[in-house]
Nanobody, 119 residues
Framework: QVQVVESGGGLAQPGGSLRLSCAAS????????MGWYRQAPGKQRELVAT???????NYADSVKDRFTISADSARNMVYLQMDSLKPEDTATYYC?????????????WGQGTQVTVSS
């Protein structure tokens, strides 16, 4: 059974830090990328950061120079270090894993973890 499980969310003050972790298991095809997306109330889900199996990184402009994505491919884990947090970073953060078979790409999502930035 495929599982994508996030952890590490919570409450942080503006300017503070949080670290999110995500573990993917049960995926039989090769994972080609993992990443983080977020969704604030009343807004669409948006990309935060992704990392490919080759190490290529992609960040949303709003988090560049504040957030850092990293991965442990051997363990199918991805992390998001969030520094200099702002109230507008408040959202539910979702982990994403993309796996590739010989014919198709499969996209898996976690259940989400809440991040609240408030004083």
């Amino acid at each position: 059974q495929v599982q994508v499980v996030e952890s590490g969310g919570g409450l942080a003050q503006p300017g503070g830090s949080l670290r999110l972790s995500c573990a993917a298991s049960g995926i039989i095809f090769s994972i080609i990328s993992m990443g983080w997306y977020r969704q604030a109330p009343g807004k669409q889900r948006e990309l935060v950061a992704t990392i490919t199996s080759g190490g290529s990184l992609n960040y949303a402009d709003s988090v560049k120079d504040r957030f850092t994505i990293s991965a442990d491919s051997a363990r199918n884990m991805v992390y998001l270090q969030m520094d200099s947090l702002k109230p507008e970073d408040t959202a539910t953060y979702y982990c994403n894993a993309v796996a590739r078979s010989s014919r198709y790409d499969f996209v898996y999502w976690g259940q989400g973890t809440q991040v609240t930035v408030s004083s």
